[in-house]
């Protein structure tokens, strides 16, 4: 017996919107993959890694190439706009609201030599990861766009890396202090 599954339909494109669709998904793996790199070399070697207005270039490129391809990917999921839309914007503000807040008290807030625990930092370890990702799941959910929403599992996985080589680094300036901390928080 052959079950239909209809959760994709796959609109025609001109070759002209598959070369933009391709180079937005090659401008945002391109900026991901920077930024994992980046994130590696400050932690492995203690160092700024890529430039920052180099990294700031290339990620802000990403986010417009993600961005276009969120809302110009042609396989889209096929969820009503009823659905996907308020699901999406939640999503996206939460995220957004959540990764901005975090940002804004992390700074001034803690010092070189101290561990940040107040506030909800005292709940989650990672507030802005988790605010990422659900940006990045928000965005192309509003757009119904399913190859953008795939990038996201993509981009949690380079936060699951940064997160792994940031805490180790944590441990290691820290000691039983950020252990402790980390038993008692979530992610």
């Known amino acids: ?48 890694g890529l430039r920052s207005h180099v990294l700031s270039i290339f990620t802000f490129l990403g986010y417009f190439g993600w961005g276009y391809w969120s809302s110009a990917d042609p396989v889209k999921m096929n969820i009503s706009t009823s659905v996907s839309v308020p699901i999406g914007v939640a ?58 929403c795939l990038s996201t599992v993509l981009w949690a996985g380079f936060i699951s890396i940064w997160k792994r080589f940031e805490e180790k680094n944590l441990e290691q300036r820290f000691g039983q202090k950020y252990i402790d901390y980390k038993k008692q928080t979530w992610f």
């Open 91 to 148: 999503s996206a503000v939460i995220g957004l609201g959540l990764f901005l807040y975090t940002e804004i008290k992390k700074h001034g807030v803690g010092e070189a030599d101290q561990l940040v625990t107040r506030g909800i930092y005292s709940k989650i370890r990672h507030p802005m990861y988790i605010g990422l990702v659900l940006l990045h799941f928000g965005f192309p959910f509003i757009f119904r766009s399913f190859v953008a």
């Open 1 to 48: 017996m052959k079950i239909p599954i209809n959760f994709l339909s796959i609109a025609e494109v001109s070759y002209v919107l598959l070369a933009l669709i391709i180079a937005g998904a090659v401008l945002c793996l391109l900026s991901y993959t920077l930024r994992l790199a980046a994130h590696i070399s400050i932690y492995r070697r203690g160092m700024a």
